[in-house]
């Protein structure tokens, strides 16, 4: 029953995030629609929890919102979760804290790997398309708005949550 309960749970915190994330893309005026909801929570959920659990539930997140993507499958889904796995062994390993600067870097990174393998993902299947090129004005424009708004919103509630909740605290003896 534990684990039902903790399944569904998941799955309700999934639909919700996917929601949130098209509701900033959506409804919110440009260049906060970049903000990035799913990584911001993912990274949030391994500094907290500090679980493999985070990155499933990265790739179940990014399974949903490749259903409905016009891109071939697997230009999302693939980098985001090359881009998480890194973040995650970044963090297990080098950024061993949980303060918001430490938030920042490990989101600002990750972001970085899925948009330079996403990008790189992009150009190796649209080649094949005849007069293919690429605008990189328009490209790195919203990315640079992606990576700075999402950074800064993961590190803004990396900070409340440490005044909140012991878990987010910066030592982990704490714990």
Known sequence: M?????FLKWILAAIALIFAHYAISYLLPWPLNN???IFSAVI???IGWESGASIWLAVLL???IELYSISAFGLILLPSAIGIIFAYWLYIFIFTNRSW???IALVAIAITVYRIL???AFIMVENFNKGFN????ALLIPYFWELSFTSALTGLMVFIFSKIWKRFN???AVL
């Open 35 to 37: 903000i990035n909801i």
């Open 170 to 172: 910066i030592d982990k």
């Open 134 to 137: 690429i605008d990189w004005h």
């Open 2 to 6: 534990k684990f039902i309960i903790f």
């Open 44 to 46: 949030i959920s391994i």
């Open 101 to 103: 600067t430490s938030a």
């Open 118 to 120: 996403h990008t790189g």
């Open 62 to 64: 990014h399974f949903f």
